[in-house]
């Protein structure tokens, strides 16, 4: 994102002028495959799921919970909801103006999960 914003800053005004840019990944990319790069790069073992009727259920639990007054419950029904919506936002404007990213998912999970190694957390 901060190349993104420098080649914003830096680009001529009129390809910039009376456009939106959202910044981040040109393409949306699955969730569940962006845990196990994470995954794989730990090296920890594998992540494992949950059917979608169950996490339901789970999460009409929380929102009992909550409704009780246990407010730092783990999944709600809001909480729930926030993870399967999809938010995918048309970054056309940014790779015309930005062109190509310079890093790659993995790249930015091999880079993340050394940096946290590094730091012993």
Same mark, same amino acid.
């Given at each position: 994102?901060?190349?993104?914003?420098?080649?914003?800053?830096?680009?001529?005004?009129?390809?910039?002028?009376?456009? #939106?840019?959202?910044?981040?990944? =040109?393409?949306? =990319?699955? #969730?569940?495959?962006?845990?196990? $790069?994470?995954?794989?790069?730990?090296?920890?073992?594998?992540?494992?799921?949950?059917? $979608?009727?169950?996490?339901?259920?789970?999460?009409?639990?929380?929102?009992?919970?909550? =409704?009780?007054?246990?407010?730092?419950?783990?999944?709600?029904?809001?909480?729930?909801?926030?993870?399967?919506? /999809? /938010?995918?936002?048309?970054?056309? /404007?940014?790779?015309?103006?930005?062109?190509?990213? /310079?890093?790659?998912?993995?790249?930015?999970?091999?880079?993340?999960?050394?940096?946290?190694?590094?730091?012993?957390?």
């Amino acid at each position: 994102m901060v190349d993104q914003i420098e080649r914003l800053l830096v680009a001529d005004a009129a390809q910039c002028s009376g456009s #939106v840019f959202y910044l981040g990944d =040109y393409t949306a =990319y699955i #969730v569940r495959d962006w845990a196990n $790069l994470i995954q794989k790069e730990l090296g920890i073992k594998r992540i494992r799921t949950m059917p $979608l009727t169950i996490l339901r259920a789970i999460a009409t639990v929380g929102d009992a919970l909550n =409704y009780i007054g246990w407010s730092r419950v783990p999944l709600t029904s809001f909480r729930l909801s926030n993870m399967l919506t /999809n /938010n995918i936002l048309d970054s056309e /404007n940014t790779a015309r103006v930005c062109g190509p990213l /310079n890093h790659s998912v993995a790249d930015g999970v091999r880079d993340t999960v050394a940096w946290i190694k590094m730091r012993g957390i």
